[in-house]
């Protein structure tokens, strides 16, 4: 059944740009209706039901309730916004995403039907590699953004130290942490996850843990029902998995990637690493795994200018060079 977020805003243009955007872009189980008049949103109001209702705040409140709207918030016009009165307010001058992420928060303080987002399954593409230092990261962001200039993409690391907030100038009020708290909680859903990923560019990503001990007590099979659950339910085209040290058993995660790309170095110390991997793979009956991993040994970028502008640089030198000939040949890209 179609749940309506239905937008009306003093400013008459508003409404139509904001609902053009999250209907093109943003991966929410509701269509959005932009309303020009309050009275047509009224008229509307009693031969449809509302999910969410967005609306101005010059509106009064026993107005607001005649809507029968299940969620309202307002939109406020001043940036320091209190939620002080009947209902919760979000600053209206800000980025689409961030309004989403905003009013879903307040959503999900309210007990909600089973949602998920329409579409089939993501291709889960796993980073992971047992050599240190191999540039595993910055492959998985390089393949993050390349993605999702033709698809909606969605990127998750499991990290102890990413650096991701200070890469992207971004400190989220909710991240990693929040994720694992409500999938161990089974209340979980798309509405719950857009209340917490970022954007960068056409890339969303799930922010960093904020404390080490939350990914070290994840076992392997948790983060893998995880994974598999972004990938069934949230509507994203690929999931981009960046696999770190932090989780003992690896195996299950990747285990549910279409396939796992794998950085390799040729140095001696290294070379050892991955023949042991490999042998453990063999001994732990992994054959299928094993067929799905892709080694690739990725070009030493030599010059690199300020953190602040890293992402860009990973897409368009050399190794976005790289990764959009790696990309090629995957048959189902």
């Not at 209340?195 to 890339?203: A, G, L, P, R």
């Amino acid at each position: 059944m179609e749940k309506i977020m239905a937008v009306w805003d003093v400013d008459a243009c508003y409404a139509e740009r904001f609902a053009d955007v999250v209907n093109q872009k943003e991966k929410v189980p509701f269509t959005v209706v932009p309303f020009t008049s309050l009275e047509t949103l009224k008229a509307y109001a009693k031969e449809h039901a509302i999910e969410i209702l967005l609306v101005s705040g010059a509106v009064p409140a026993e107005q607001l309730k005649d809507m029968g709207a299940r969620s309202v918030v307002t939109l406020a016009e001043g940036e320091i916004v209190s939620s002080s009165g009947d209902y919760p307010s979000v600053y209206k001058y800000q980025s689409t995403d961030s309004v989403i992420r905003e009013v879903m928060a307040y959503y999900c303080e309210k007990p909600q039907p089973m949602l998920v987002a329409v579409g089939k399954r993501a291709r889960i593409l796993g980073i992971y590699s047992p050599v240190a230092r191999c540039l595993k990261t910055s492959l998985a962001l390089t393949m993050g953004q390349q993605l999702a200039r033709d698809g909606k993409v969605l990127y998750i690391g499991f990290e102890l130290f990413s650096g991701f907030g200070s890469l992207l100038g971004e400190n989220g009020k909710g991240d990693l942490s929040d994720v694992l708290y409500f999938f161990r909680q089974e209340s979980f859903s798309v509405i719950r996850l857009k209340s917490i990923v970022y954007n960068w560019k056409d890339m969303d990503y799930i922010p960093p843990v904020r404390y080490p001990e939350d990914l070290e007590q994840l076992t392997g099979e948790e983060a893998a029902r995880l994974v598999e659950q972004l990938a069934a339910e949230c509507g994203y085209e690929y999931i981009i998995v960046d696999m770190g040290q932090a989780i003992c058993n690896v195996i299950p995660v990747l285990a549910r990637c279409d396939i796992v790309y794998m950085p390799i170095k040729e140095d001696g110390v290294s070379s050892a690493k991955l023949e042991t991997f490999e042998q453990y793979l063999d001994v732990s009956h992994q054959k299928m795994l094993r067929e799905r991993i892709m080694r690739v040994k990725l070009p030493y970028h030599s010059s690199f200018g300020r953190k602040d502008t890293y992402m860009e640089q990973l897409l368009w030198g050399e190794l976005g060079d790289y990764v959009r000939k790696l990309l090629k040949g995957v048959p189902w890209k």
